[in-house]
T-cell receptor
Framework: QKEVEQDPGPLSVPEGAIVSLNCTYS??????FMWYRQYSRKGPELLMY????GNKEDGRFTAQVDKSSKYISLFIRDSQPSDSATYLCAMSALRGAGSYQLTFGKGTKLSVIP | DVKVTQSSRYLVKRTGEKVFLECVQDMDHENMFWYRQDPGLGLRLIYFSYDVKMKEKGDIPEGYSVSREKKERFSLILESASTNQTSMYLCASSSIDRVGEKLFFGSGTQLSVL
């Protein structure tokens, strides 16, 4: 079983839809959870960051973490064509002496159709 | 804003050539990373560095080496480029605080080896 599983999509939705992107993980040592957004031919950019179970909201984006189920989600409300990108989940665990093991999902490609 | 700058957006090289990919960050981060990103395979860690003149192998170091002579600069070297090294190369630096490590990526270098 891979440490982090993410459905690659592609996912295509109409403008204004609510989008749900998900990752599951197997390593219970993961403590910190991130979502990166990557536009075509660009580097990933950090979108959301959380370290506890529950929800974190930032504008149209909500990150949700369920540590008991080892499941994280990113919700996008009122999706826009500018949200079209690949979304990567990432998780990290403390390895000791202030260093972290960071593991990425393979990314889900999202297209928002006008 | 954190800025991670990669010297080239696109490179075309011949098989057997020695290739240098340069990366500079302006946020005084201790940690720097080199990843490659391929369709279906996601991000794979090549090498990372937690200090000047220090390097550690990632998941796929074969065929690569790195150099970190100054804190802000981290170079990836392909000693003898091969066609299977055609890929998108991403440099990152990271900040660490009480809630973990966050990576900041450059825009990437699309390398084609012919």
């Amino acid at each position: 079983q891979k440490e982090v599983e993410q459905d690659p999509g592609p996912l295509s939705v109409p403008e204004g839809a609510i989008v749900s992107l998900n990752c599951t993980y197997s390593n219970s040592a993961f403590q910190y959870f991130m979502w990166y957004r990557q536009y075509s031919r660009k580097g990933p950019e950090l979108l959301m960051y959380t370290y506890s179970s529950g929800n974190k909201e930032d504008g149209r984006f909500t990150a949700q973490v369920d540590k008991s189920s080892k499941y994280i989600s990113l919700f996008i409300r009122d999706s826009q064509p500018s949200d079209s990108a690949t979304y990567l989940c990432a998780m990290s665990a403390l390895r000791g002496a202030g260093s972290y093991q960071l593991t990425f999902g393979k990314g889900t490609k999202l297209s928002v159709i006008p | 804003d954190v800025k991670v700058t990669q010297s080239s957006r696109y490179l075309v090289k011949r098989t057997g050539e020695k290739v240098f990919l340069e990366c500079v960050q302006d946020m005084d981060h201790e940690n720097m990373f080199w990843y490659r990103q391929d369709p279906g395979l996601g991000l794979r860690l090549i090498y990372f560095s937690y200090d000047v003149k220090m390097k550690e192998k990632g998941d796929i170091p074969e065929g690569y080496s790195v150099s970190r002579e100054k804190k802000e600069r981290f170079s990836l070297i392909l000693e003898s480029a091969s066609t299977n090294q055609t890929s998108m190369y991403l440099c990152a630096s990271s900040s660490i605080d009480r809630v973990g490590e966050k990576l900041f990526f450059g825009s990437g270098t699309q390398l084609s080896v012919l």
